[in-house]
């Protein structure tokens, strides 16, 4: 069964250090997103991203945050100066759209980011 | 408002027995409502999912009953099993203006053996 693969598994940073979190979605799949879950507690929205572009941010995702797809393949997220409070887990996602964007997500297995 | 509020926060239930979670929304524009079944240290994946226009979706032991009216929607896990003890998350989507999904807090499902 395909698979949304993420590395690293885990990554542990200093504060104020940028991270790139990487991802390679579903080969066929058209919208990407990353969501985050910080320990215990709900899986909470970050961006979409379709047509090379993104198409909703949440108010966590402010300047701070970056994504790109660089190559086709792979799917970053970049966040510039860590803080403390952006320990947490990071998800991708990927759908094919054929229903509708968001019917249907695979989620990777995540970056679980510790921030130190 | 665009939150999905998520009940119970943890469940117990003995082996064989019937599972229920509670959903509830307030953002009518909501066009699709997933759950996502996440074992620890997985990401989530989806389990079962059902469109506004249908009342019910039945797949194998596990069922969504949908009330429109009352906004909102349940999963049902029939026959519980051990191997079914995990997070389950519902979530609420939305195709217009962006695309994104919204998930609830999640539900803490111990099965007993």
């Known amino acids: 069964e395909p698979e949304v693969t993420q590395t690293p598994s885990h990554q542990v940073t200093q504060m104020g250090q940028e991270v790139i979190l990487r991802c390679v979605p579903i080969?066929?799949?058209?919208?990407f997103y990353w969501y985050r879950q910080i320990l215990g507690q709900k899986v909470e929205f970050l961006v979409s991203f379709y047509n090379n572009e993104i198409s909703e941010k949440s108010e966590i995702f402010d300047d701070q945050f970056s994504v790109e797809r660089p190559d086709g393949s792979n799917f970053t997220l970049k966040i510039r100066s860590t803080k403390l409070e952006d320990s947490a887990m990071y998800f991708c996602?990927?759908?094919?759209?054929?229903?509708?964007?968001?019917?249907?997500?695979?989620f990777g297995s995540g970056t679980r980011l510790t921030v130190v | 408002q665009q939150q999905v509020k998520q009940s119970p926060q943890s469940l117990i239930v003995q082996k064989g027995g019937i599972s229920i979670i509670n959903c509830a929304y307030e953002n009518t524009a909501f066009d699709y409502f997933p759950w996502y079944q996440q074992f620890p240290g997985k990401g989530p994946a989806l389990l079962i999912a059902?469109?506004?226009?249908?009342s019910e979706k039945k797949e194998g032991r596990f069922t969504i009953s949908f009330n429109k009216s009352a906004k909102q929607f349940s999963l049902h896990i029939m026959d519980s099993q051990p191997g079914d003890s995990a997070t389950y998350f519902c979530?609420?989507?939305?195709?217009?203006?962006?695309?994104?999904?919204?998930f609830g807090a999640g539900t803490r499902l111990f099965v007993k053996a």
């Open positions: 059902i469109r506004p226009d249908v």
């Open positions: 080969s066929n799949h058209l919208y």
């Open positions: 979530a609420a989507s939305l195709n217009t203006g962006g695309f994104k999904t919204i």
């Open positions: 996602a990927s759908s094919d759209g054929s229903q509708g964007a968001n019917y249907g997500y695979t």
